[in-house]
Antibody
Framework: EEQVVESGGGLVQPGGSLRLSCEAS????????MHWVRQAPGRGLEWVSS????????YYVESVKGRFTISRDNAKNSLYLQMNSLRAEDTAVYYC??????????????????WGQGTLVTVSS | ATQMTQSPSSLSASVGDRVIITCRAS??????LGWYQQKSGKAPKLLIY???TLQSGVPSRFSGSGSGTDFTLTITSLQPEDFATYYC?????????FGQGTKVEV
């Protein structure tokens, strides 16, 4: 079964750091673009960051640029999100999602087809 | 950033009802749009990609349409397991952006 499992969440003080992990099983994470998506308590979904295949195509939402870093370890089949200078507004459940490309009529369409169960990050003093 | 305006934010419906949710993009996004279902406390689930293509395993009562800036998700004959929150997501450009969500409740 293809799945991803996030870990590394927890309680951290404002200004602190945390590293989230996303371990894939049933597929090779290196073959796919991967994303982090977060959801603040009682709020909607917010895309956070993407990492393309072969570690190209790195993108971030404006609010985390310069503070968060996405990376991948192919040997461990894992995706990471290093979060520094954390703020209260970063409090959320963080999901890892696989991006599957569907080909239709010579065009490719993205889809976030596999999601983890999420890991909760709480930034509070 | 491309803004996705989803409506309504919530709706009340009954089993058997036809439900329509709309999503409008602030700029043209071709048909690079997906629809996701999220149940309380669970991860989102992909329903539709490329605006109108049903993901494998998703019931045929779900359908999507639209291109450019205006998109719809239709659920024909709402089932008890369909009560959830639905989000659109544009995957045309970065940053990726979700709609605000539509909660479908009794």
């Amino acid at each position: 079964e293809e799945q991803v499992v996030e870990s590394g969440g927890g309680l951290v003080q404002p200004g602190g750091s945390l590293r989230l992990s996303c371990e894939a099983s049933g597929f090779s994470l290196s073959s796919y673009q991967m994303h982090w998506v977060r959801q603040a308590p009682g709020r909607g979904l917010e895309w956070v960051s993407s990492l393309g295949e072969k570690n190209t195509g790195i993108y971030y939402v404006e609010s985390v640029k310069g503070r968060f870093t996405i990376s991948r370890d192919n040997a461990k089949n894992s995706l990471y999100l290093q979060m520094n200078s954390l703020r209260a507004e970063d409090t959320a459940v963080y999901y890892c999602a696989r991006d599957f490309d569907h080909r239709q009529n010579s065009l490719y369409y993205d889809s976030f087809d596999i999601w983890g169960q999420g890991t909760l990050v709480t930034v509070s003093s | 950033a491309t803004q996705m305006t989803q409506s309504p934010s919530s709706l009340s419906a009954s089993v058997g009802d036809r439900v329509i949710i709309t999503c409008r993009a602030s700029q043209g996004i071709r048909n690079d749009l997906g629809w996701y279902q999220q149940k309380s406390g669970k991860a989102p689930k992909l329903l539709i990609y490329a605006a109108s293509t049903l993901q494998s395993g998703v019931p045929s009562r779900f359908s999507g349409s639209g291109s450019g800036t205006d998109f719809t998700l239709t659920i024909t004959s709402l089932q008890p397991e369909d009560f959830a929150t639905y989000y659109c997501l544009q995957d045309y450009t970065y940053p990726r952006t979700f709609g605000q969500g539509t909660k479908v409740e009794v």
